[in-house]
């Protein structure tokens, strides 16, 4: 039996300020951001108060809370109990923000009730917060029973359960902002095209949805239905792949140093590839012989687990990392490399929750030994260290990164050779006749539209615009009419 838990910390951001500053205890607080009320306590919701209420509405309501910032590194220490708690009964738990958390029970359906029930009086009795929790067979049905559990009379949550095969009659009466994860675009997109209601919505043919919304109108649709195979990631304890290069030796050019930096994200890319993962943060630290340590972390848009994709990103933040060390050290500059030496401190390093590892350079030295900089101004710190960590482990299929289509360098090719998604053929490449059709069957397996045409597209033997081409992109029947089969 699938069970999808879906828990909401009521009151916890004015809460977690109430803890920090005793005197705010039984005083209405308010937590805001960005001139809106990101969280507040009981005592404001009592006044009426709502999450997402504009500050000038809070203020006239409630005149004599304490207007506080938002600040996110103390709400998640106060939140981590909870995640604990979760990290014990599940080994998937996706925390959202800092007040929200799915985990997965799935499992015999003995005992669903009892342990969600227990779980809430635990995080209840650790954090002094009350808690509203979903239960469902997917996620956005257990977000939504969250939901309508945290809007109960009273205040104090509880549990909603919503039976599996029901998803959709559950959503039917609904206001289409219940349809999570949709960006507020859609929602009121959707309700000027007068379809207000979930069930409005999921009468509405799928290939009208696409028609309005392009490649979005099939999730559109399959969300009115209740339908979500979206599966709750194991975000929470955050996995890490940590590796390591002590350095130590005499100098050598600089080169060297991104020599190491391509090890080390290729150790990185070939340990997610064996993982079957994709890496959403990367964090690169380099450690000084006087103490002067330095940290920096890309994030990116994206999914990555390429090699070339990591190794660029070190590299940037190498840059970032050397300019740091020399002006905290007065000014110098970076001008050479020291080659590692022969010694290997935790052999090949290991993957997990707080796992590192030493990479084996000495073998290397002898070919792309890696180093350190030093610094031309006597008397600087000379880095005697390199870890690069990554961080936000996801599926690699999570989210659909980017299809390579600008592969080859993405350029139009001459005459007498074909275009398709950016991907030159010719008679000569058969391995690119291969990769392109390997490329059209992704297309149709994650997009709901059918393919329409091949290449560029044209009409009366000339080519395309750029403007055609933008539109046929965002409208998946545009291109049937250049086609020579017309709107469907």
């Known amino acids: 039996m699938g069970l999808v838990v879906h828990l909401r910390l009521l009151f916890l951001h004015g809460t977690a300020e109430q803890q920090a500053n005793p005197a705010l205890r039984g005083r209405p607080v308010l937590v805001f951001q960005g001139g809106r009320v990101r969280g507040?306590?009981?005592?404001?919701?009592?006044?009426?108060?709502?999450?997402?209420?504009?500050?000038?509405?809070?203020?006239?309501?409630?005149?004599?809370?304490?207007?506080?910032?938002?600040e996110p590194e103390r709400c998640r220490r106060f939140a981590t109990p909870a995640w604990d708690a979760c990290a014990l009964r599940s080994p998937r738990v996706e925390p959202v923000g800092d007040d929200e958390v799915f985990l997965d029970l799935s499992g015999p359906s003995e005992g669903g009730p009892e342990r969600v029930a227990g779980l809430c009086r635990e995080i209840e009795a650790r954090l002094g917060i009350w808690v509203a929790a979903g239960c469902a067979a997917s996620r956005l049905a257990a977000r939504v029973a969250s939901g309508l559990a945290a809007e109960a009379p009273g205040g104090r949550g509880g549990t909603v359960w919503v039976e599996e095969g029901r998803e959709a009659s559950f959503l039917e009466p609904l206001g289409?902002?219940?349809?999570?994860?949709?960006?507020?675009?859609?929602?009121?997109?959707?309700?000027?095209?007068?379809?207000?209601?979930?069930?409005?919505?999921?009468?509405?043919?799928?290939?009208?949805?696409?028609?309005?919304?392009?490649?979005?109108?099939?999730?559109?649709?399959?969300?009115?239905?209740?339908?979500?195979?979206?599966?709750?990631?194991?975000?929470?304890?955050?996995?890490?792949?940590?590796?390591?290069?002590?350095?130590?030796?005499?100098?050598?050019d600089s080169d060297r140093l991104e020599r190491a930096l391509d090890l080390l994200a290729a150790r990185i890319a070939s340990a997610l590839d064996k993982r079957q993962e994709a890496c959403r943060h990367l964090v690169l630290r380099l450690s000084s012989d006087w103490g002067e340590d330095w940290e920096g972390s890309r994030r990116f848009l994206h999914p990555r687990r390429e090699a070339p994709a990591l190794a660029a990103a070190l590299r940037a933040l190498l840059d970032q990392g050397l300019a740091a060390l020399a002006a905290a050290c007065g000014g110098g500059t970076p001008v050479e490399v020291l080659a590692p030496g022969a010694g290997l401190g935790r052999g090949e390093g290991t993957v997990g929750p707080g796992a590192g590892g030493d990479l084996p350079l000495a073998a290397a030295a002898r070919g792309a030994a890696p180093g350190t900089a030093a610094l031309d101004s006597g008397g600087v710190p000379?880095?005697?260290?390199?870890?690069?960590?990554?961080?936000?482990?996801?599926?690699?299929?999570?989210?659909?990164?980017?299809?390579?289509?600008?592969?080859?360098?993405?350029?139009?090719?001459?005459?007498?050779?074909?275009?398709?998604?950016?991907?030159?053929?010719?008679?000569?490449?058969?391995?690119?006749?291969?990769?392109?059709?390997?490329?059209?069957?992704?297309?149709e397996k994650r997009y709901c539209s059918r393919v329409l045409t091949v290449g560029w597209q044209a009409r009366g033997g000339e080519a395309a615009g750029r403007r055609e081409l933008l539109l046929g992109m965002v409208d998946p029947f545009r291109g049937a009419g250049a086609a020579g089969g017309g709107r469907p």
């Not at 919701?45 to 207007?67: I, N, W």
């Not at 390199?386 to 360098?409: K, N, V």
């Open 382 to 443: 000379v880095v005697e260290a390199i870890e690069a960590e990554a961080r936000d482990l996801l599926p690699a299929a999570w989210g659909q990164p980017p299809l390579p289509l600008l592969a080859g360098g993405g350029r139009r090719p001459a005459a007498g050779g074909g275009v398709a998604a950016g991907v030159g053929v010719s008679a000569a490449g058969p391995a690119r006749v291969e990769r392109l059709t390997g490329l059209m069957e992704a297309l």
């Open 40 to 70: 507040l306590s009981r005592e404001a919701a009592a006044r009426g108060v709502r999450v997402g209420a504009r500050l000038s509405h809070a203020r006239h309501a409630c005149r004599d809370a304490a207007f506080l910032p938002y």
């Open 176 to 252: 289409v902002e219940w349809l999570w994860p949709l960006d507020a675009a859609v929602v009121e997109r959707l309700r000027r095209l007068g379809l207000s209601r979930v069930g409005a919505v999921a009468r509405v043919p799928r290939r009208e949805l696409c028609r309005q919304f392009g490649l979005l109108g099939a999730k559109v649709s399959d969300l009115s239905r209740g339908l979500d195979p979206s599966p709750v990631l194991a975000l929470y304890p955050p996995a890490r792949l940590a590796f390591r290069v002590a350095l130590e030796g005499e100098a050598q």
